[in-house]
């Protein structure tokens, strides 16, 4: 029986630029030995299914000067995960996506999801309280409780998470226009759960800079959102240490039509842009970057998607400590969660869509995702059923539970496809870097972000990369099962999730009723607090915390900011 330890036998990947050194790999591998026996307690034998037994990492033997780039799990640069364990001491966690018309609907699916397995939350809101809109706004008529939950105001929160303990499960939440006053009600009913809000741990996506670049839902120019996500990086740091305010997105990109390329390199400079704000405040960076979190997209190309992940880790710790000083691991760590790429489902033989999926699930694994979630089979169509949810999610659990995945760590680490790929896309991702910071003058990151939205730039170079896509299908470059190739199907048409108008209905009657029920002058001066703030360089986390507890609504709150700081339109491009 072997040792558990890394193998002596494998290739290291042909690398493209300079290592760290040509370290021995016995040094290396002794120094990781060392760290995984700390973090693991081995209580069982982990073997192939026909009963091999498997070490928890490979790499190459002797020295050799490019296994620098690649390393050991749980090093510098992180390539091949942040663990020295990967999965054997740590798995990833399932994150189901899910909300669909009110509160208490969405709560149940949520006991649905935890009751089968699911390891965390992921709350999807609707079109209107993406947009900060309430309900029973005019501009929300058809969009109540269609895309997502629809939440109104604290209340709405605390609905959502009946029976369910804040202070235990860690919640994301997938919005960043109204992202903050969002958090705020999330904070308060994690109060009137009574668990202390300095033990809340979750992601808040808050990443208005994608908004710009590929989403596009926003409420006012970037300045005044950069603002508010300062603030809430100063107030996390400082209340609550586990919570992570920023999830910086390349899902929403990548949907948009991007490359693998663009989507590291849009996001990683998003990242960066972050981490500047956060240096412009005065933060220590070994104490804001823990709560910086990355949200990719898994697509089809099943090795392109591996290698992009292993890119993205080692792109960021190189950044994080030679551009920007971060000394500790932690803050050089890129922790992502993954979804499955939305874009490749297809309304055409939609049972293909679980393969699909599968398939994009095995590839964020084997990339080291810290989260993930499934689509749904149906969700080209609509929200998910209960029936596709419930697939979704064991989809990941077989990947969990029967493939043997997990047993070692960057499995496809040293190979030279792999290393390859890794190597390409780290080396597209810097060109792209280089030209955004060239588009702010050759000084910060941010400059060539605000300077590329104002251009319309992102815009064009994702527009680009969709079109040439397109071009490829209707030629039959690209081929898709059931669309373009393979179209004769047995397959009978799905049942799918329908939203009633009742919901709306209903949503409006409560809302009008909570109105009529609060302490109107407590809202009235909380919200008069906050247009006081918003003048000043005062951190606008507090007054907004006490509006949410007067149960001002989401719309009432990001109106006073939308008088004050006035709306954006994206400029014509053409």
Known sequence: MQPE????????GAGTGAGTGAEPIEA?????????????????????LSGLEVDPVYGPPGTDPGFGRIGWPGEFPFTRG??????????????????FGNARQTNERYKMILGAGGGGLSVAFDMPTLMGRDSDDPRSLGEVGH??????SALDMDLLFDGIPLGEVTTSMTISGPAVPIFCMYVVAAERQGVPVGKLNGTLQTDI??????QKEWLFAPEPHLRLIGDLMEFCAAEIPAYKPLSVSGYHIREAGSTAAQELAFTLADGFGYVELGLSRGLDVDVFAPGLSFFFDAHIDFFEEIAKFRAARRIWARWMRDVYGARTEKAQWLRFHTQTAGVSLTAQQPDNNIVRTAVEALAAVLGGTNSLHTN???EVLALPSEKAAEIALRTQQVIMEETEVVNVVDPLGGSWYVEALTDRLEAEAEEIFARIREMGGGGTMTAGILRG?????????????????QRKLEKGDKRIVGVNCHTSTAEEPLEILRISHEVEAEQRRVLAERRAARDRKAVDAALAALRSASRTAENMIPPMLEAARAEATLGEICDVLREEWGTYSEPAAF
């Open 82 to 99: 942040l663990y020295a364990t990967g999965y054997r001491g740590r798995p990833w966690t399932i994150r189901q996506f899910a909300g």
């Open 376 to 378: 749904a089979l149906d």
């Open 147 to 152: 895309c997502g939950v629809a939440v109104d």
């Open 209 to 214: 800079f994608k908004e710009y670049i590929a």
């Open 5 to 12: 330890s890394a193998s002596a036998t494998g290739n290291a």
């Open 28 to 48: 290396g591998r002794a120094r990781w030995q060392a760290r995984y026996d700390a973090a693991f307690k081995r209580d069982r034998e982990f073997r192939t």
């Open 453 to 469: 939205i104002e251009d319309g730039w992102f815009m064009s170079e994702i527009a680009e990369s969709a079109f040439d896509y």
